[in-house]
């Protein structure tokens, strides 16, 4: 029956016997905490971003007055390709930071949808003076 209680394994993560870090505040924290961290990165990321184009509109800015001084071509397109390189860089962190973006809100999401299914249970559990079973106790395998 789909409603029966199934063992499992040792393929499950490894969880204290008294279920702590399995309760509703527990999950509540650690979302929170990778959503503080999606954060953190995508600001980062963006940093960089920021810095690597203007490492690069300097490196083209210098392959031009190199240029205009005749300094010998092979050298001032190798100074091109390094501004190319750190455009590339430029890019790729973006795309990073757009994965970094997409992390934070799905995260938020996903606290925002916990609290809203579980957040009334777990208050009236905590309100309640009868023992409440541990985490997990009446989940459906």
Same mark, same amino acid.
């Given at each position: 029956?789909?409603?029966?209680?199934?063992?499992?394994?040792?393929? @499950?993560?490894?969880?204290?016997?008294?279920?702590?870090?399995?309760?509703?505040?527990?999950?509540?924290?650690?979302?929170?905490?990778?959503?503080?961290?999606?954060?953190? @990165? +995508? &600001?980062?990321?963006?940093? %960089?971003? /920021? /810095?690597? =184009?203007? =490492?690069?509109? +300097?490196?083209?800015?210098?392959?031009?007055?190199?240029?205009?001084?005749?300094?010998?071509? !092979?050298?001032?397109? @190798?100074?091109? &390709?390094?501004?190319?390189? %750190? /455009? /590339?860089?430029?890019?790729?962190?973006?795309? @990073?930071? =757009?994965?970094?973006?997409?992390?934070?809100?799905?995260? !938020?999401?996903? =606290?925002?949808?916990?609290?809203? &299914?579980?957040?009334?249970?777990? &208050?009236?559990? !905590?309100?309640?003076?009868? +023992?409440?079973? +541990?985490?997990?106790?009446?989940?459906?395998?």
């Amino acid at each position: 029956m789909s409603g029966d209680i199934v063992p499992h394994g040792g393929a @499950l993560p490894a969880v204290p016997a008294d279920g702590e870090g399995l309760g509703f505040l527990a999950l509540g924290a650690r979302v929170t905490a990778l959503t503080a961290q999606a954060l953190l @990165l +995508k &600001e980062k990321v963006w940093a %960089l971003q /920021r /810095r690597m =184009n203007s =490492n690069a509109d +300097k490196a083209s800015h210098m392959s031009e007055m190199c240029d205009a001084a005749e300094v010998d071509p !092979q050298h001032t397109a @190798l100074i091109l &390709e390094g501004s190319a390189a %750190l /455009r /590339r860089v430029a890019d790729a962190s973006g795309d @990073l930071a =757009n994965a970094a973006d997409v992390m934070q809100t799905d995260a !938020q999401g996903f =606290n925002d949808a916990h609290q809203g &299914e579980y957040g009334g249970i777990h &208050e009236v559990s !905590q309100s309640s003076r009868f +023992k409440q079973p +541990k985490p997990g106790f009446n989940e459906v395998k």
